[in-house]
Structure formats: structure tokens, C-alpha cells
């Protein structure tokens, strides 16, 4: 059975680690998300991160329940820098670009942490942020809520995965990276008209669209797509 975690209040250490620092759960995230970043998932233990705090790994179970629930409040903090600095201005269709433009970022600053938590509920403030202030925007721009909920669905859905899937591509080598980028030139862009004649006419294209994310791309598609249904709602 897990242990149940301390209050805030009471987990504050009263002393600084052997390394000089106080620990708090920011802290404990930020230095989890370096990790994710300098060594992937599997560097990511209790051990390690007590280590690179300069505190016995038992210390971490006074702010998470276990590793599990710090991989929630690493999604969490994601979310939270995407929305920092956000506000809406009352057009919708702006608002939602820019908070799938910012979560998707976020994510892919950080693939590794992306590949770990962009399919996880977390039930944390800023999520709940953050879904709050897209419902608020769907509602308030007329849409019903049985729409809002379907646009929101596939919003957040769609974010969250080209975030996942762009994020793994980035946490590949550069040697890994750079070979699926040339196929498009040294395979794709070489085939004959003759077996592949669309392929073909749309290799130049290709060899520099694929190399980019498509998100932006079906972002407004999606953002087209609940505009005529908003239309069509308003008669």
C-alpha cells in the first residue's frame, strides 16, 4: 500500500539537502524533467533522483506517492508552462490556436517527458486549468455543449497526439533523425513515374513537408471543421 503523502506544510524540510538545497515538489519536477531529458525514462528512477537532489530517495515519498504520481505532476507542469502567460482575448477561434500551439510545444520541448505523459490524466490544477479555459472558450463563442464537448474531445485529443508523435521523433538519435529525413530525398524523391506517378509528382513537396510537423496543418482543419458546425448551430 502506498504511503499517504505529507501535507505541503509538513513535508518542507527544515534543513537544506547535503547538496545545499531545499526540496519542494517544483524542484523535485524540474530536476525530473532534466533527467527525462539527459538520459529518457529509464534513467528516471527514485534512486537516481534522490541523488542528483543530494537526498536519500526516501525523501521523495513525502511529496509523491511514488514514481507514478511524479510522472502525473511532471505532465502536470508541462501543461502549466504552456498555459503561463496565456489569456484569452475573446475571439475563439485565436484562443484555441494558441493554447494547441503552446501545449504542443511544451511537449516537444521536452520529448522525453512528452513520450511518458501526453496519454496520462493527471486531475492536477493546471489540467484542470486548461480544460476549463477551452470549454469556456467553446461555450462562451456559442457553440452547445454538446458540441463543445465533441470539439474539445478532438482538440485535446489531437494536440496531445502529434504532440506524442513528434516528440518520439525528436527523442530519436541524430543519426536515427537524420536518416528517416533523407528517405524523403534519397528514396521517396527517386521512384519512377511510372510505378509511383503520384508519388512522383509530389516528391519535391513532400521532401519538405514531411520533415516538419503537421500539427499547425491539422490544427486549422479541426479549427474549419467546428466553425461550419458553430455556423451551421447559429443558422
Same mark, same amino acid.
Given at each position: 500500500? =502506498?504511503?499517504?503523502?505529507? %501535507?505541503?506544510?509538513?513535508?518542507?524540510? *527544515?534543513?537544506?539537502?547535503? &547538496?545545499?538545497?531545499?526540496?519542494?515538489?517544483?524542484?523535485?519536477?524540474?530536476?525530473?524533467?532534466?533527467?527525462? *531529458?539527459?538520459?529518457?525514462?529509464?534513467?528516471? !528512477?527514485?534512486?537516481?533522483?534522490?541523488?542528483?537532489?543530494?537526498?536519500? %530517495? &526516501? !525523501?521523495?515519498?513525502?511529496?509523491?506517492?511514488?514514481?507514478?504520481? +511524479? /510522472?502525473?505532476?511532471?505532465?502536470?507542469?508541462?501543461?502549466?508552462? $504552456?498555459?503561463?502567460?496565456?489569456?484569452? @482575448?475573446?475571439?475563439?477561434? $485565436?484562443?484555441?490556436?494558441?493554447?494547441?500551439?503552446?501545449?504542443?510545444?511544451?511537449?516537444?520541448?521536452? =520529448?522525453?517527458?512528452? +513520450?511518458?505523459?501526453?496519454? *496520462?490524466? @493527471?486531475?492536477?490544477?493546471?489540467?484542470? #486549468?486548461?480544460?476549463?479555459?477551452?470549454?469556456?472558450?467553446?461555450?462562451?463563442?456559442?457553440?452547445?455543449?454538446?458540441?463543445?464537448?465533441?470539439?474539445?474531445?478532438?482538440?485535446?485529443?489531437? @494536440?496531445?497526439?502529434?504532440?506524442?508523435?513528434? $516528440?518520439?521523433?525528436?527523442?530519436? =538519435?541524430?543519426?536515427?533523425? *537524420?536518416?528517416?529525413?533523407?528517405?524523403?530525398? &534519397? /528514396?521517396?524523391?527517386?521512384? %519512377?513515374?511510372?510505378?509511383?506517378?503520384?508519388?512522383?509528382?509530389?516528391?519535391? +513537396?513532400?521532401?519538405?513537408?514531411?520533415? !516538419?510537423? $503537421?500539427? %499547425? @496543418? #491539422?490544427?486549422?482543419?479541426?479549427?474549419?471543421?467546428?466553425? #461550419?458546425?458553430?455556423?451551421?448551430?447559429?443558422?
Amino acid at each position: 500500500m =502506498p504511503k499517504p503523502v505529507v %501535507p505541503e506544510e509538513k513535508r518542507r524540510r *527544515r534543513r537544506p539537502t547535503k &547538496s545545499g538545497t531545499v526540496l519542494s515538489e517544483r524542484l523535485i519536477v524540474d530536476t525530473a524533467l532534466r533527467m527525462l *531529458r539527459e538520459h529518457g525514462s529509464a534513467g528516471l !528512477t527514485a534512486r537516481r533522483l534522490g541523488l542528483a537532489l543530494g537526498a536519500d %530517495p &526516501s !525523501t521523495l515519498y513525502r511529496y509523491f506517492r511514488g514514481m507514478d504520481d +511524479l /510522472t502525473l505532476a511532471i505532465g502536470d507542469a508541462l501543461i502549466g508552462q $504552456a498555459l503561463e502567460g496565456w489569456r484569452p @482575448t475573446g475571439e475563439w477561434r $485565436a484562443d484555441l490556436r494558441a493554447v494547441g500551439l503552446r501545449i504542443h510545444a511544451a511537449y516537444i520541448a521536452h =520529448p522525453q517527458a512528452a +513520450l511518458l505523459t501526453t496519454n *496520462r490524466v @493527471t486531475g492536477r490544477a493546471n489540467e484542470l #486549468a486548461a480544460d476549463e479555459a477551452v470549454l469556456d472558450v467553446l461555450r462562451t463563442a456559442g457553440f452547445p455543449p454538446a458540441d463543445t464537448v465533441r470539439v474539445y474531445h478532438a482538440f485535446i485529443d489531437q @494536440t496531445l497526439a502529434f504532440a506524442a508523435l513528434d $516528440a518520439a521523433s525528436l527523442a530519436l =538519435p541524430n543519426a536515427a533523425q *537524420r536518416a528517416d529525413e533523407d528517405m524523403w530525398r &534519397s /528514396t521517396y524523391a527517386r521512384l %519512377p513515374r511510372t510505378t509511383h506517378p503520384r508519388i512522383a509528382e509530389a516528391a519535391p +513537396l513532400l521532401a519538405t513537408r514531411m520533415v !516538419t510537423s $503537421a500539427y %499547425p @496543418t #491539422a490544427l486549422e482543419m479541426l479549427l474549419d471543421s467546428a466553425a #461550419a458546425r458553430l455556423e451551421a448551430v447559429n443558422g
